[in-house]
């Protein structure tokens, strides 16, 4: 029984599908399909239900996934305690976090880290979701929520600010001065339903509960293009709209949100040279408390 054949059988058991099997492990679905058919002719057992929705395992399938784990984390365990041996700034780090931050707060520095460690290939994985450094989905992530599983290292990395921003044209026709205090029949361009948690959602059902809806959308850079047109007030990072000349700034981020930045890395990577120079360099850029 081959690793990568569990690798991939582990795979689609968590994710359901062998697309997102696929993606997860950077490959393809007949490959992903391949591998799990290689695994169950070895073991000659049936793993898998194959239904129009997904892959849904089979009691022979249960029994194996608890054992495939037990191998998972005596490899990645291995691996980690290998890697964290290396001392050279050289190699891959993958980082996750989400596509605001990748962009505004990363993006603009990407040039001066590539001059200062030009070995090391860095790889941004931006998503809403949270990937597992325990199975080395990522080596670092960098997040607003602190996490309270154990075996990780945790550093703060600066503040990520968002204020209530409208734009200039906006706030003449309504109005609106900065600091604003009654968002009374403002013009709200808040998230749709399926992402109403993140973050601003639930701060405009606090504060702006008698506003009127102008747009829903599910990407922060609609709610900015949406702002600059002249459709509303919205809630955005500082890093984007305070160089933004059509906007006023309405609400200060300490009135709105004000979030520490958190780096975590698994405990056993913490030591590697090169996950240790990314940390320190995503350290330096970090926004500060406005």
Known sequence: MEWDDLKHFLAVARLGTLTKAAQGLQTTPATVSRRVAQLEGRLRAHLFDRKYTGYRLTEAGTR???????????????????????????????????????????????????????????????????????RREAEIALRTVRPTQGGLVIRQAGWWNLGLYAAKSYCQRHGLRPPVS??????????????????????????????????????????????????????????????????????????????????????????VARVRAVMGFLAEIGPRRS
């Open 64 to 134: 194996l996934l608890a054992k495939a784990k037990e191998v998972e984390d005596t490899v990645i365990s291995m691996e980690r305690e290998l890697l964290g041996q290396d001392a050279q700034h050289a190699g891959k780090v993958r980082l996750t976090t989400t596509e605001d931050i990748a962009t505004l707060m990363i993006g603009p520095h990407l040039g001066a880290f590539a001059q200062r460690f030009p070995d090391i290939q860095l790889e941004i994985v931006s998503t809403r979701e949270v990937l597992s450094l325990a």
């Open 182 to 271: 009654d968002l009374a029949g403002a013009d709200i361009i808040n998230w749709t339903d399926e992402f109403a948690h993140l973050r601003g959602g639930p701060w405009f059902a606090e504060h702006a509960r008698n506003g009127k809806v102008s747009l829903t959308a599910t990407s922060r850079r609609v709610h900015h293009a949406a702002c600059k047109a002249g459709l509303g007030v919205a809630i955005l990072p500082c890093l984007l709209a305070d160089d933004d000349q059509d906007l006023i700034r309405l609400l200060p981020p300490e009135r709105v949100i004000s979030a520490k930045l958190w780096l975590v890395v698994h405990r056993d990577l913490s030591r």
